[in-house]
């Protein structure tokens, strides 16, 4: 991978290294800064909108007693969506296992072959993907239409998106 990683909480996360660590002076800086809170603000947004998440340790339980080390393999290979740790504001520091991916049973089935289809493998770009409205859904957001079933049509969807795309 040839990247620093960091173990959180939920798994294994980048960490800043080098350049990445220091914050870019000017005109560069302040637009970097614009669009990091932009960022947050819909990351917010979509975790007030969507509900809960979920600790390690519970998910591990709920999915049939699985390791930790497990649960991070599937992390790793996108089987299952976990939002690494963020300070929101009103909401404090965030992370977990978004709710909305499982069902009274088990992982939202067609979850996995999504998250291999998107583009952008950070998860909070993958969150967004999931819990807003999408243009090549008819205006419907994905995972409704993964827990109708409709595994397909949110694949092929989700192979139309773009990094950074905006609706």
Same mark, same amino acid.
């Given at each position: 991978m040839g990247q620093t990683l960091l173990r959180s909480g939920v798994g294994l996360w980048p960490a800043a290294t *080098?350049? +990445? !660590?220091?914050?870019?002076? *000017? !005109?560069? *800086? $302040?637009?970097?800064e614009r669009l990091r809170q932009q960022g947050l603000a819909w990351m917010r947004q979509d975790l007030i909108a969507n509900g809960d998440l979920i600790g390690a340790e519970a998910v591990c339980r709920f999915l049939g007693g699985m390791s930790r080390d497990d649960l991070e393999a599937r992390v790793e $290979? $996108? +089987?299952? @969506? !976990?939002l690494p740790p963020v300070e929101l504001e009103s909401l404090g520091q965030v992370e977990g296992f978004p709710r909305i991916q499982f069902t009274d049973t088990g992982v939202l089935p067609g979850l996995a072959r999504v998250l291999a289809a998107l583009p952008d493998e950070d998860p909070w770009v993958q969150f967004h993907? @999931?819990?807003n409205s999408d243009r090549h859904l008819a205006g419907r957001r994905p995972i409704d239409l993964l827990a109708e079933g409709k595994v397909d049509t949110v694949v092929a969807a989700a192979r139309l998106v773009h990094d950074f795309e905006q609706d």
């Open positions: *080098g350049s +990445e !660590a220091s914050q870019p002076d *000017g !005109a560069f *800086g $302040r637009a970097l $290979r $996108r +089987e299952l @969506l !976990a993907y @999931l819990v």
